[in-house]
């Protein structure tokens, strides 16, 4: 890669993450439709990943999950019951999101675009439920629950409505990724049928 696209790909994607993070946290209102938020840093890095490889989708994945904590941690209350925000959580989960989304559907289909909205649908069913787990677990064992959603608000209300909001979204994010860049035409040059050198580095780390 030359430094002129090298330049272009870190400039675009500091713009996208910038706007992107700073668009759902400031203007939630604008991107809420049939009641539920938009999620587009989670889109964003789902598409990031599955389009240009897993390097991309690591670096998007921890830069964006940063913001992520840094705007809407989670909260728990200590041993004091004060209240403490927990941080790492976002850049962790977005951290295994960047990866899973460049690893899905990979050597089969060879990054299809129309398949990446299939992406966002996958990873935001295993996202939001392990969400809904994760807290229903965490409010039990700390004794401050008296009644969780019932199931069919969690599968319709919640998470099918977070699903449909977050595919449209996704289409024009995905358009934005594949004729605006980060590459050029939307395509990056390093991966052959799906894949890339790159995209082996991470188990490295």
Same mark, same amino acid.
């Given at each position: 890669?030359?430094?002129?696209?090298?330049?272009?790909?870190?400039?675009?994607?500091?713009?996208? %993450?910038?706007?992107?993070?700073?668009?759902?946290?400031?203007?939630?209102?604008?991107?809420?439709?049939? !009641?539920?938020?938009?999620?587009?840093?989670?889109?964003?890095?789902?598409?990031?990943?599955?389009?240009?490889?897993?390097?991309? !989708? %690591?670096?998007?994945?921890?830069?964006?999950?940063?913001?992520?904590?840094?705007?809407? !941690?989670?909260?728990?209350?200590?041993?004091?019951?004060?209240?403490?925000?927990?941080?790492?959580?976002?850049?962790?989960?977005?951290?295994?999101?960047?990866?899973?989304?460049?690893?899905?559907?990979?050597?089969?289909?060879?990054?299809?675009?129309?398949?990446?909205?299939?992406?966002?649908?996958?990873?935001?069913?295993?996202?939001?439920?392990?969400?809904?787990? %994760?807290?229903?677990?965490?409010?039990?064992?700390?004794?401050? %629950?008296?009644?969780?959603?019932?199931?069919?608000?969690?599968?319709?209300?919640?998470?099918?409505?977070?699903?449909?909001?977050?595919?449209?979204?996704?289409?024009?994010?995905?358009?934005?990724?594949?004729?605006? !860049?980060?590459?050029?035409?939307?395509?990056?040059?390093?991966?052959?049928?799906?894949?890339?050198?790159?995209?082996?580095?991470?188990?490295?780390?």
């Amino acid at each position: 890669m030359s430094k002129k696209e090298r330049a272009r790909q870190i400039i675009l994607y500091a713009v996208y %993450i910038t706007s992107v993070c700073c668009l759902q946290v400031t203007f939630p209102h604008v991107f809420r439709i049939f !009641g539920r938020t938009c999620d587009l840093m989670l889109v964003f890095v789902v598409l990031a990943g599955y389009l240009f490889g897993t390097m991309d !989708g %690591i670096v998007v994945g921890l830069i964006v999950g940063m913001f992520r904590d840094y705007f809407s !941690g989670p909260v728990i209350r200590g041993l004091d019951g004060a209240p403490v925000a927990v941080l790492g959580i976002g850049l962790l989960a977005f951290f295994y999101i960047g990866i899973l989304s460049s690893l899905m559907f990979r050597k089969r289909f060879r990054r299809k675009y129309n398949l990446a909205l299939l992406q966002v649908i996958l990873i935001s069913v295993i996202y939001y439920s392990l969400g809904h787990i %994760i807290s229903f677990v965490y409010l039990t064992l700390s004794h401050n %629950i008296e009644s969780y959603h019932s199931l069919k608000y969690i599968l319709f209300s919640s998470i099918a409505l977070q699903i449909v909001v977050n595919v449209i979204v996704a289409v024009p994010l995905l358009l934005l990724l594949r004729f605006a !860049g980060p590459y050029k035409k939307g395509i990056r040059s390093g991966l052959v049928d799906g894949y890339s050198v790159e995209d082996r580095r991470w188990q490295k780390i």
